[in-house]
């Protein structure tokens, strides 16, 4: 219980996918000016990490070396997230429409979010079991959504201050972004 | 819709500069700019990733149907990313232990997603090929100068070869080895690139 717990910890903080790995940038600076909206995409983000971490766990472990096909390990993790992407979208539309009324419009956009991919990859690297697979991708999920509403709480604020012209927009939030970034370098360490 | 050549390059280097003027695939440009080896690597990744998937989906796009059409560019993506990744792994395994997880995401790389989709989805070949690799230079320049102030001040050498009498001025600037760097670098340069350039978006 403690060895997940640990996981968890390390995916979501010390590691944290935004801040200390630089994944799913894009998507972080193009949608965190409200935090509505950033609560949506981490919600959807938190989802289908947790779901193809551990897919792509079985698929590598049980597919892709038995049958000696590693390099294609990039073409078939993104195909399986936008497989799992799009079905969770038609689970959703059918199972809760209200749900689906605040997470759809985001769901299309994660395929190409590089967080879920990095997970998955970053996964290969560490010794994980299945289920240790699938607290990471929860755990990195899970980090990511923070970063993105605490960044998103920022904005919010930034927006009514004055800000030197040509920082305007994207430089500022990189800014916070940045400082951001320190103060999570302070977790470091704390999981060996 | 004929742009001409130099309009291309023009557009993708300066004006709308992928990183700069349309924050578009930003995670790898700060992932990878602490040392300039690595960034070569990846710069030189992305520029044929850009170019050939570009080229080959301005060929294939009047035969991909609409409602497939975001799997099969990342299907075409991804595999020019494996024949990416094959390489550096041959050439430098070194180098490939550090960005490897990095190189798998040039596939979510949003510059050569939004290139496929904006611009050779809907032009000829050639200008889409060219288009392609304006944008991968575009992408480059900013990296190679954001590499070029973190490395020096973070480990004191260019391509790991010492600065001339190093050890009677440098002194190592922790954070700059640090990722939080990048940011700041990168922040720093859109602004001085807006004052320069003019205009807000």
Redesign the interface.
């Known amino acids: 219980m403690t060895a997940f717990f640990l996981i968890f910890i390390s995916a979501a903080i010390t590691d944290n996918m935004l801040l200390s790995r630089f994944l799913g940038m894009c998507s972080c600076i193009g949608l965190s000016k409200k935090s509505d909206t950033a609560l949506g995409l981490g919600t959807a983000v938190v989802f289908v990490t947790s779901i193809t971490a551990a897919l792509n766990f079985l698929v590598y472990n049980y597919v892709l070396i038995p049958s000696g096909l590693e390099y294609l390990t990039f073409i078939t993790f993104i195909i399986v997230i936008a497989a799992t992407v799009q079905f969770i979208e038609m689970v959703i539309e059918r199972v809760s429409p209200s749900l689906y009324g605040t997470l759809g419009i985001f769901l299309p956009l994660i395929t190409v979010n590089c967080a879920i991919l990095g997970i998955s990859l970053f996964m290969l690297n560490k010794p994980y079991g299945f289920i240790e697979a699938f607290v990471f991708g929860f755990g990195g999920g899970v980090g990511w959504m923070v970063a993105i509403m605490l960044i998103s709480a920022i904005r919010e604020r930034i927006n009514e201050q004055a800000v030197p012209r040509g920082l305007e927009g994207p430089g500022i939030t990189l800014i916070i972004i940045g400082i951001m970034a320190l103060a999570f370098v302070g977790f470091s360490g704390m999981i060996r | 819709m004929a742009e001409s050549t130099s309009a291309i390059f023009k557009r993708s280097l300066l004006s709308e500069n992928p990183v700069l003027r349309q ?6 440009a ?2 990878v700019t602490n040392l300039l080896t690595n960034t070569l690597f990846m710069c030189a990744g992305v520029l044929f990733t850009t170019a050939m998937s570009n080229l080959v989906l301005s060929l294939m796009r009047n035969v991909i149907p609409q409602r497939i059409r ?2 099969t560019q ?2 075409v993506i ?2 020019f ?2 024949v990416v ?2 390489v550096i792994k041959a050439l430098s395994p070194d180098v490939h232990r550090f960005i490897g ?1 990095y190189v ?2 040039i ?4 510059i050569i ?1 939004g290139r496929a989709e904006a611009f050779a989805a809907s032009n000829s070949p050639w200008p889409s090929f060219l288009d392609g690799v304006a944008s991968g230079l575009g992408y480059s320049l900013v990296l190679i100068v954001i590499a070029l102030v973190r490395e020096p001040l973070g480990f004191g050498t260019i391509l790991g070869i010492a600065l001339p009498l190093k050890e009677h001025w440098w002194h190592q600037w922790t ?1 700059m080895v ?7 670098a ?2 720093l340069l ?3 690139t ?2 320069l350039l003019g205009g ?2």
């Open positions: 924050v578009l695939g930003i995670c790898s700060l992932a975001m799997i990342v299907a991804s595999t990313v494996m990744d094959v997880p798998g995401l596939i979510t790389n949003c997603m954070i640090m990722p939080t760097s990048a940011f700041f990168l922040a859109t602004w001085v807006k004052n807000t978006k």
